[in-house]
């Protein structure tokens, strides 16, 4: 009964997190954005703000500035700019790639659970009928 509980709150909470899942991933990223070291900054010239009109929103960009490598993530529903160098960025990847693998654990854990609790074992199947 407990196992059968647990499962209707994950049903439940997946739906809900389905439901603000885009503003999960941008939220997460700049999450990692900022643990990795990048600096967030509001455009306040109009030249800034110019630049960051073109960027693309939600996605991380390589860009060269004064010879100097920069990496640019622009949240246009926040009015920021999340600004990193290589080193940044490499840490970035490294945090990215570490929460994947963490998820993959998560969701094979998860398969793993409910393969084991659906496994009918012996009492299934035409060689061993139990009624």
């Not at 967030?40 to 100097?68: D, H, I, L, W």
């Not at 700019?81 to 963490?102: C, F, N, P, T």
Request: hydrophobic share 40%.
């Amino acid at each position: 009964m407990k196992t059968f509980l647990q499962h209707i709150l994950i049903v439940f909470m997946a739906s809900a997190l389905m439901n603000g899942c885009a503003s999960y991933e941008s939220g997460n990223k700049e999450s990692l954005l900022s643990a990795a070291g990048f600096r967030s900054r509001t455009p306040a010239t109009a030249e800034q703000q110019a630049m960051f009109n073109r960027m693309m929103p939600y996605r991380v960009e390589r860009r060269v500035r004064n010879g100097k490598v920069l990496y640019t993530y622009a949240d246009k529903q926040k009015n920021l700019v999340y600004i990193g160098s290589e080193v940044e960025y490499q840490r970035y990847r490294q945090l990215s790639l570490q929460q994947q693998i963490a998820e993959d654990q998560v969701t094979a854990a998860e398969i793993n659970e409910d393969t084991a609790m659906y496994s009918w074992g012996p009492y299934w199947g035409p060689w061993n009928t139990w009624w």
